[in-house]
């Protein structure tokens, strides 16, 4: 990550942003306007990794403009490996490691790879853990609906714990 970061965005930073302007990040800059992230575990030394990722690149742009930032947890065994993945592939957005990745708020690890986990910057919590097929079968239609599905689920848990809430006011 650029260390200049901080101070190219104003104001305060979102979680997401905040733990990611302490890890050592590689790859594109990060959109510091996102309102959801996906994590991206994946690795260069995984077929299916690489079978998906030219179908995950060709999203990015559509992802952007939904305020939507993915970034790859890489599994590789170094940052140079990761790094080359990425760029191998012309991918706009960056990476950490996994043993950094860990610490991302909302972040939950897989048991295999390719994997995505969507995570939210209202509260940092894990929205919905998702395999990156999912995300490539029928691309803009799958993210759409999970990306609604979450959001809706969001609001409707926020209105319940305002509900809550003004009840318990006397």
């Known amino acids: 990550m650029p260390q200049n970061l901080r101070k190219k965005v104003k104001g305060k930073l979102n979680a997401v942003m905040e733990a990611l ?11 510091t306007k996102a309102k959801f992230y996906i994590y991206l575990q994946s690795a260069s030394w995984c077929p299916p ?10 999203m990015c742009p559509e992802m952007k403009k939904a305020k939507v930032e ?17 760029e191998s592939f012309k991918a706009p957005f960056p990476g950490v490691m996994m043993n950094e990745g860990k610490n991302l708020p909302g ?10 986990t969507f995570s939210t910057t209202r509260d940092s919590s894990s929205l919905r853990p998702s395999p990156v097929p999912a995300l490539s079968s029928d691309g803009k239609r799958s993210l759409n609906k999970s990306l609604k599905r979450s959001i809706r689920k969001q609001k409707t848990s926020q209105a319940t ?7 318990a006011s006397p």
């Open 21 to 31: 302007s302490e890890m050592d990040c590689f790859g594109g800059e990060p959109n």
């Open 49 to 58: 990794c690489r079978k998906e990722m030219p179908k995950i690149v060709e």
């Open 70 to 86: 993915i970034i790859l947890i890489g599994w590789d065994r170094s940052k140079e490996a990761a790094q080359k993945y990425l």
């Open 107 to 116: 972040f939950v690890r897989s048991q295999g790879i390719p994997h995505a």
């Open 161 to 167: 714990k305002e509900t809550r809430l003004s009840k």
